[in-house]
Nanobody, 114 residues
Framework: VQLQASGGGLVQAGESLTLSCTAS????????MGWYRQAPGKQRELVAG???????TYANSVKGRFTISRDNGKNTVYLQMNSLKPEDTAVYYC?????????WGQGTQVTVSS
């Protein structure tokens, strides 16, 4: 399974960004899709996840600001990020679970200036 993420960039606080991640190869059994992030000097953390049935989970720090969604026909997961804050600055990684195995994307940088 290969993952291609896009949509990162540099924005000002309060602005929005949408990340997308498309999976290819062996995607017929994708279960959970999600987004993680890792800031400098910090551990990678879960931002949001979505099951194959559309059940979602969010980190407390992003609830009400971020929305995760998926298009199963396109094997794509999205992360709509609104009201961005400087503390959202990190490298964002997508992950999919296929037959119990984790597959990670290459990461996309999100930088929020104050």
């Amino acid at each position: 399974v290969q993952l291609q993420a896009s949509g990162g960039g540099l924005v000002q606080a309060g602005e929005s960004l949408t990340l997308s991640c498309t999976a290819s190869g062996g995607t017929f059994s994708i279960n959970v899709m999600g987004w993680y992030r890792q800031a400098p000097g910090k551990q990678r953390e879960l931002v949001a996840g979505i099951s194959s049935r559309g059940r979602t989970t969010y980190a407390n720090s992003v609830k009400g600001r971020f929305t995760i969604s998926r298009d199963n026909g396109k094997n794509t997961v999205y992360l709509q990020m609104n009201s961005l804050k400087p503390e959202d600055t990190a490298v964002y990684y997508c992950k999919v679970v296929v037959w119990g195995d984790d597959h990670w994307g290459q990461g996309t940088q999100v930088t929020v200036s104050s």
